[in-house]
């Protein structure tokens, strides 16, 4: 059996999306960056941990596999996750606006047999954004639970004049990526 371990509803949906049949494990891990620590580091680690958080649920079940994803929107070297409150929405996309950003996502597979992982760099541009067209973004409150404060899925599309990679990378489970993991050598 495959499982997810995580709580967001994009990710289950998605993983849908390429028909991969899966049960939800609902997992709670500490996202919290330790000083100085690369951000690639730091995504691939959470993922890790929410993959074994899950698999130490269901190790005793023959051939079970969980997948653990994070995503972090991440510029220069700063790493946005999901915004604490509206002040802090505001701040991130007033630093994403009218410039480029990336994305990355990195998803775990944890089996028996192993532990392997999947990563996923996208790069994304912002068109410049006037304070009131961010000050009413963030009053539909899609940013909420967002890394970075947006939803490229929601009507955060019209923010984004370009993106690079991942699709799927950017709204949390990169669908290739995860496919190869699940299916490649
Ligand atoms: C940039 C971006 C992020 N997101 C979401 C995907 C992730 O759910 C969230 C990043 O937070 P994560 O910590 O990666 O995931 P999560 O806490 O929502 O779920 P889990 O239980 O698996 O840990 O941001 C979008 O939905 N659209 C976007 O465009």
Redesign the pocket.
């Known amino acids: 059996m495959l499982y997810l ?4 509803p ?2 289950r949906e998605l993983l849908g999306q390429i028909g991969e049949d899966h049960r939800i494990l609902e ?1 709670n ?1 500490e ?1 919290i960056r330790a000083p100085g620590e690369p951000a690639d580091a730091y995504v691939s680690r ?1 993922a890790l941990d ?1 993959a074994r958080a899950g698999f130490a649920r269901v190790m005793d079940e023959p051939g079970a596999r969980v997948l ?6 991440v510029l220069g070297g700063e790493v946005f ?2 915004p604490r409150d509206a002040a802090d929405a505001v701040a991130m996309l007033g630093r994403l606006a009218g410039r480029e950003h990336r ?1 990355l996502s990195t998803v775990w597979l944890v089996e028996a047999g192993g532990e392997r992982q999947a990563v996923s760099v996208s790069t994304v541009r912002f068109a410049p954004l006037s304070g009131r067209a961010i000050a009413s973004y963030v009053a539909t409150g899609e940013c909420f ?4 404060a ?4 929601g009507a ?1 599309a019209a923010f984004v004049e370009h993106l690079s990679g991942s699709y799927s990378g ?3 489970l990169p669908l290739f990526e995860t496919f190869q993991l699940l299916h490649g050598q």
């Open positions: 371990a995580s709580q967001s994009r990710r997992v891990v996202e959470v929410k653990g994803a994070d995503t972090e929107v996750g999901k994305v639970g967002k890394a970075g947006y939803a490229i899925q955060a950017v709204m949390g």
